[in-house]
C-alpha cells in the first residue's frame, strides 16, 4: 500500500462516499499545492493528510470462517494521489 493511501471500513452508500469526498478536501484541501511545505517538488501534502485521517489498517474479526462486518459494513480502499502500483498484507491471527 502506498503512503497516500487509506484502508478503512464503513457503509457502501454513494452518498456517505460523496461526503468523505467533500469533508476530507475541506480538511485538507489540494489546492494552492504551495500551502504546503512537503509540496517541494511534488504536489500530494494533502493526500498524505487524508491518508492520517483514514487510517492505514483495517481489523476485522472472522467467526466461522466469515467477516464478522455489520450489515452493510465493507472494507474500503481509498487513494488519494492518483493511481499507483498496490500491493496488500492480510495478516491472519489466531486459531
Same mark, same amino acid.
Given at each position: 500500500?502506498?503512503? =497516500?493511501?487509506?484502508?478503512?471500513?464503513?457503509?457502501?452508500?454513494?452518498?456517505?462516499?460523496?461526503?468523505?469526498?467533500?469533508?476530507?478536501?475541506?480538511?485538507?484541501?489540494?489546492?494552492?499545492?504551495?500551502?504546503?511545505?512537503?509540496?517541494?517538488?511534488?504536489?500530494?501534502?494533502?493526500?498524505?493528510?487524508?491518508?492520517?485521517?483514514?487510517?492505514?489498517?483495517?481489523?476485522?474479526?472472522? =467467526?466461522?470462517?466469515?467477516?464478522?462486518?455489520?450489515?452493510?459494513?465493507?472494507?474500503?480502499?481509498?487513494?488519494?494521489?492518483?493511481?499507483?502500483?498496490?500491493?496488500?498484507?492480510?495478516?491472519?491471527?489466531?486459531?
Amino acid at each position: 500500500m502506498h503512503i =497516500t493511501a487509506s484502508v478503512f471500513i464503513n457503509d457502501d452508500e454513494p452518498g456517505l462516499h460523496q461526503d468523505y469526498d467533500k469533508w476530507l478536501e475541506e480538511l485538507a484541501p489540494h489546492e494552492p499545492v504551495n500551502q504546503y511545505r512537503h509540496n517541494v517538488g511534488e504536489d500530494n501534502a494533502d493526500a498524505h493528510m487524508k491518508r492520517q485521517v483514514m487510517g492505514r489498517e483495517v481489523v476485522v474479526a472472522v =467467526t466461522e470462517g466469515r467477516l464478522d462486518f455489520g450489515p452493510w459494513e465493507q472494507i474500503f480502499y481509498g487513494e488519494f494521489d492518483g493511481g499507483r502500483k498496490k500491493r496488500a498484507l492480510v495478516k491472519i491471527i489466531g486459531e
